[in-house]
């Protein structure tokens, strides 16, 4: 779902006629994560709200110690269910704001989760990260490059070009290519520093993408064998960029980074896309545990316009170009 209903309860309450619910509710697949949706604060019309969460639809207590959620406004990692609830009281919502879900059981669980709005005429509300006011819009889901859908923060977009520009690739890898505008935008920006070209991966073959001499597209997962191969034999000798955009599970994009790492460049980069969601940020996270990963730091200095899917996903290997 993409946003939320509010609701009313016309049951009473302390200090108020009526109860105001954002709420959310998803069926949350076995041993899967999944988006409950974003609370859209703004429909309710209330200046300053304080969230206080409650739960109906886990049946036993097994089911609440085995669904997390994961909420960049509350905390900046998976919390259990049971946590959540206490987390959320006090914190003060404004805009947009995400939820997801994970759920640990091997059988599907009905979660319904609500964030009763209450006016507090005395205390400002807090303005959320101006990221997930941004991904809750779907603004990006209608951004376009030269025509071509793009569907990435236009900020992103400008910190990609400032990188581009000082590593001067001979090679961009991107793995999800959907309609081509990224590869599009990546060749564009190599037209103008004169060298430089993109291969770009998908499991998918869509027309109409975009036609340019520096582009190559390949079908096929990003961690095929066959595909990985054709990955190394372009890597060769070349000074190596890799974007990482495909497949947002857990299990994959560690995969991704574990493959793809080796052929960056030092010096260079291995971005990682959409780290503003729980699959890809989990995965970053154990990267750089890993001995590969030790090769990375991640570079905050990427994050500067304060809004990006990428945050903690800018990985920079280490060593000079």
Avoid at 145 to 167: A, F, R, S, Y
Avoid at 196 to 207: A, L, R
């Amino acid at each position: 779902m993409d946003a939320v209903e509010i609701v009313e309860d016309a049951s009473s309450t302390v200090g108020l006629d009526g109860k105001k619910w954002a709420k959310v509710r998803e069926t949350v697949p076995a041993g899967s994560w999944c988006s409950l949706g974003a609370l859209m604060f703004p429909a309710c019309g209330v200046e300053e709200h304080v969230a206080v969460a409650g739960v109906i639809g886990v049946r036993n207590q097994e089911e609440m110690d085995h669904v997390h959620l994961w909420c960049p406004d509350v905390d900046g990692a998976w919390v259990p269910l049971t946590s959540f609830l206490e987390k959320t009281k006090g914190v003060r919502f404004a805009g947009g704001c995400p939820i997801w879900a994970k759920n640990t059981l091997d059988r599907e669980v009905d979660v319904d989760v609500r964030v009763q709005i209450v006016r507090e005429s005395d205390q400002a509300a807090t303005a959320p990260d101006g990221t997930n006011n941004y991904y809750a819009s779907k603004v990006w889901k209608t951004t376009t490059w030269l025509g071509v859908p793009v569907l990435k923060c236009p900020l992103d977009l400008w910190v990609m070009q400032e990188i581009i520009h000082e590593v001067k690739p001979d090679l961009i890898i991107e793995t999800g290519t959907f309609m081509g505008g990224s590869a599009l935008y990546f060749a564009s920006v190599l037209d103008a520093i004169g060298k430089g070209f993109v291969t770009t991966v998908d499991v998918e073959e869509k027309k109409d993408r975009p036609v340019h001499p520096r582009i190559c597209y390949v079908r096929g997962s990003s961690v095929d064998t066959d595909v990985l191969y054709h990955m190394e034999v372009e890597h060769r000798k070349r000074r190596t960029l890799v974007v990482l955009d495909s497949d947002h599970s857990y299990d994959h994009v560690l995969e991704e980074l574990e493959a793809y790492a080796p052929l960056v460049s030092p010096g260079s980069y291995l971005v990682v896309e959409d780290t503003n969601t729980p699959g890809p940020s989990d995965a970053v996270r154990d990267f750089l545990y890993s001995v590969e990963g030790s090769h990375f730091t991640v570079d905050r200095s990427r994050e500067k316009f304060g809004t990006s899917f990428n945050n903690g996903g800018w990985l920079r290997k280490k060593g000079g170009l």
